[in-house]
């Protein structure tokens, strides 16, 4: 590859959850989501993309298209490999680096099938996927390009309230990647510095790519239909979280701050409702009917609705029948629900922490909240819910404030990172 001459082929590792599987239960998130959007857009900007992951299913075909999430169209460019590496099924995260040999091992005979140089690029998508990534560099003699999404380093120095730290072999993992990766994506400015000063990461080494938003499917649309199709009278106040249901996202802070505004002003009780749409995931396995035991506990379990997981289309709708969309999390390092409400014209009150305080512009497209005390929060949301004229003002500017982040702005910024890796590597080969 030269700088003059675009990626071709790509390789994309993304070992621990596949871009298949739905976002907001498990381990699937936004990185799947990213994944996702990001290589349609190169796709269509004439890269083919390899996606690897673990198969977690013995009916799984080995390679299969990845189809369009809203109308299951086959997206020309992209396939999905399914590696089998240990069980499919009962493997925790934190047990998968037990099974990283063999992983490499199945992604390395993919590539020794085709001539050499089949691959123009790595990019590996989280710290497992990294170690593979570093591999498969070294073998090919190709540029590695990885996108860390989320480090345990940021997550233990803000742990949540019940949640678990993140073991040191994971942390070390992380700063052999960083060390070993050609090229680091941040999401935000905050991500790179966080790279820099806590894994001694080089500046130089450090691109920031702001993920997007599809906004085909995340748009405004009628409030009262979308109400109407969930259920939820014209008049309601909804409070919605949507997301992985697990102490780093903190939908026990929202809990406890309903129950808070409720007790402040009662008035308001016969109108709120509370959609939590979402499944359990990380240490929210352990205790999936925690949640559900909190709101009886502080007496709020009549106003809150638990929805599963739902496809984008769907989710878009939740978004567009809220008065606010919560997002409370101890970490994010975007926040693609904030983006994504936002784009529906949907203000946001989150936490002021990680990419949240990039995504949401405060005072403009939401309110940002100064850490996790349910008093500050039941303000927070008070403030939104009984002033209809500021609600319509964060919901006007939430729109513009989507309009910042757009996947095709991504992909065009993640193949000028690809080009700048591939001059950095030939720098180095003399």
């Known amino acids: 590859m030269t700088l003059s001459t675009p990626v071709r082929r790509l390789a994309m590792i993304c070992l621990h959850t596949s871009p298949l599987d739905q976002p907001g239960t498990g381990d699937a998130g936004g990185m799947n989501v990213y994944v996702v959007e990001v290589a349609r857009r190169l796709a269509r900007r004439g890269v083919e993309v390899d996606i690897f992951t673990r198969a977690t299913g013995s009916a799984l075909e080995p390679v299969v298209p990845l189809l369009d999430p809203v109308t299951g169209a086959c997206e020309d460019g992209v396939r999905v490999h399914h590696v089998h590496a240990g069980p499919f099924e009962g493997l925790t995260k934190n047990e998968l680096p037990g099974q990283l040999c063999a992983f490499a091992r199945e992604v390395l005979r993919t590539e020794a099938a085709h001539p050499a140089g089949y691959y123009d690029l790595v990019h590996s998508h989280y710290w497992l996927s990294g170690q593979v990534g570093a591999l498969a560099r070294d073998r090919w003699g190709v540029p590695l390009v990885h996108s860390m999404h989320t480090m345990a380093k940021v997550k233990n120095l803000a742990l949540a309230e019940g949640d678990s730290p993140e073991p040191a072999a994971r942390e070390i993992g992380e700063q052999q990647v960083v060390e070993a990766a050609d090229l680091l994506i941040a999401n935000t400015d905050l991500e790179a510095k966080q790279l820099i000063n806590l894994y001694d990461?080089?500046?130089?080494?450090?691109?920031?790519?702001?993920?997007?938003?599809?906004?085909?499917?995340?748009?405004?649309?009628?409030?009262?239909?979308?109400?109407?199709?969930?259920?939820?009278?014209?008049?309601?106040?909804?409070?919605?979280?949507?997301?992985?249901?697990?102490?780093?996202?903190?939908?026990?802070?929202?809990?406890?701050?309903?129950?808070?505004?409720?007790?402040?002003?009662?008035?308001?009780?016969?109108?709120?409702?509370?959609?939590?749409?979402?499944?359990?995931?990380?240490?929210?396995?352990?205790?999936?009917?925690?949640?559900?035991?909190?709101?009886?506990?502080?007496?709020?379990?009549?106003?809150?609705?638990?929805?599963?997981?739902?496809?984008?289309?769907?989710l878009a709708g939740w978004y567009a029948a809220a008065t606010l969309v919560?997002?409370?999390?101890?970490?994010?390092?975007?926040?693609?629900?904030?983006?994504?409400?936002q784009a529906c014209g949907t203000p946001v009150v989150a936490a002021a922490v990680g990419g949240l305080t990039t995504v949401v512009a405060d005072g403009r497209s939401g309110l940002l909240v100064d850490g996790h005390e349910p008093r500050e929060w039941a303000h927070a949301l008070e403030r939104v819910l009984a002033d209809p004229a500021l609600a319509a003002t964060l919901a006007d500017g939430a729109v513009r404030q989507a309009e910042e982040f757009t996947w095709e702005a991504t992909a065009a910024r993640t193949l000028e990172v690809y080009s700048r890796a591939g001059a950095l590597m030939r720098e180095l080969v003399g």
């Open 326 to 341: 919560a997002v409370p999390s101890y970490n994010e390092s975007f926040g693609l629900v904030a983006a994504e409400a």
């Open 201 to 314: 990461a080089e500046a130089g080494r450090v691109e920031v790519v702001l993920p997007g938003v599809d906004t085909t499917v995340f748009r405004p649309q009628d409030r009262a239909a979308a109400r109407a199709e969930r259920d939820l009278s014209d008049d309601a106040l909804v409070v919605l979280f949507a997301g992985r249901i697990q102490p780093l996202k903190a939908p026990d802070v929202l809990l406890k701050a309903i129950a808070e505004l409720v007790g402040r002003r009662p008035d308001l009780r016969s109108r709120l409702v509370v959609p939590i749409v979402g499944g359990p995931s990380g240490s929210g396995l352990e205790r999936p009917t925690a949640l559900a035991a909190l709101a009886d506990e502080l007496g709020v379990a009549d106003l809150v609705r638990f929805v599963p997981p739902v496809k984008q289309s769907d």
